[in-house]
């Protein structure tokens, strides 16, 4: 069995209109958040095999506190899944070695968000927004699934878990 994570970067600062849409650093509220979504993923216990992240500054930052948090065994930082289509974010999965139980892509909308609709089994007991939705800045979708990463097929993962900052800031008020 294996299982995946699908985060969203936190929320990004566009403070400074003159940075190129790939250097843009988290706000404040996004860094806040990026700290709570690391604590949720440890508190959930055990830490990915492999991370998967867009170059982004929004998504390296990120993935800050989930790094410190977890010590991941690898962690790839790859430029082509900056703003990637969900068809391109699959293609990088199956690329998966099957020693990677659990992996954390970290990544942009609207992809991620459309690679979790496509990999949602229905039957699953959570639910997504659908694509006309929100897939908020620091949302994180769990999946697991029985196939080798190479199959990982469209439909086929059964989505665990779905969870916003919003709702983690709810939980602990």
């Known amino acids: 069995m294996h299982a995946l994570h699908l985060l969203r970067h936190a929320k990004s600062s566009w403070d400074d209109d003159e940075l190129d849409d790939h250097d843009r650093p988290l706000s404040k509220r996004g860094r806040r958040d990026a700290e709570s979504i690391a604590r949720h993923l440890a508190e959930r216990g055990g830490s990915p095999d492999l991370v998967l992240s867009s170059t982004a500054m929004r998504a390296r930052a990120t993935l800050t ?32 070695g099957e020693d990677v139980g659990t992996a954390l892509l970290v990544g942009h909308s609207p992809g991620l968000h459309e690679l979790a609709l496509l990999l949602a089994d229905p039957d699953s007991p959570v639910e997504l927004p659908p694509l006309s939705g929100k897939f908020p800045t620091g949302a994180l979708a769990s999946f697991r699934f029985g196939s080798e990463w190479r199959r990982l097929k469209p439909r ?18």
């Open 65 to 96: 506190p989930v790094l410190d948090r977890l010590k991941p065994r690898r962690v790839l930082l790859d430029r082509d899944l900056y703003l990637a289509p969900a068809a391109k974010l699959l293609e990088h999965l199956r690329e998966t």
């Open 156 to 173: 086929a993962a059964t989505l665990i878990a779905y969870v916003t900052p919003r709702e983690l800031e709810d939980d602990r008020a």
